[in-house]
């Protein structure tokens, strides 16, 4: 008797820690679209707009988006030094 109380506090104990850590994980996934659709950088976020609880997303799926997003920002920022190294260019050759 003393141990299903104790076990079922313990569960409870851990629905609570789920469900804080899944508010956290939340907030968290809402500033990073935010941040990465302020810098134009276009975030492939699929997962974190998803109703699916994160845990049955799975590691892979979100390391993948989480990669993608990797190389989005990194092909934007090649763009934007690109531009920034054309100009420097431009403004060295005429002056």
């Not at 920022?77 to 002056?95: F, I, P, Q």
Request: proline share 2%; hydrophobic share 40%.
């Amino acid at each position: 008797m003393l141990a299903n109380k104790d076990m079922d506090r313990d569960l409870r104990s851990m629905q609570k820690d789920e469900l804080s850590m899944r508010k956290v994980l939340e907030a968290q996934n809402k500033k990073l679209v935010l941040v990465s659709n302020q810098s134009g950088v276009s975030l492939s976020a699929q997962v974190l707009h998803d109703d699916a609880p994160p845990a049955e997303v799975g590691l892979q799926s979100c390391m993948g988006k989480f990669f993608e997003a990797m190389e989005s920002f990194a092909a934007a920022c090649t763009n934007a030094y690109k531009v920034l190294h054309l100009r420097s260019e431009g403004e060295t050759n005429s002056g």
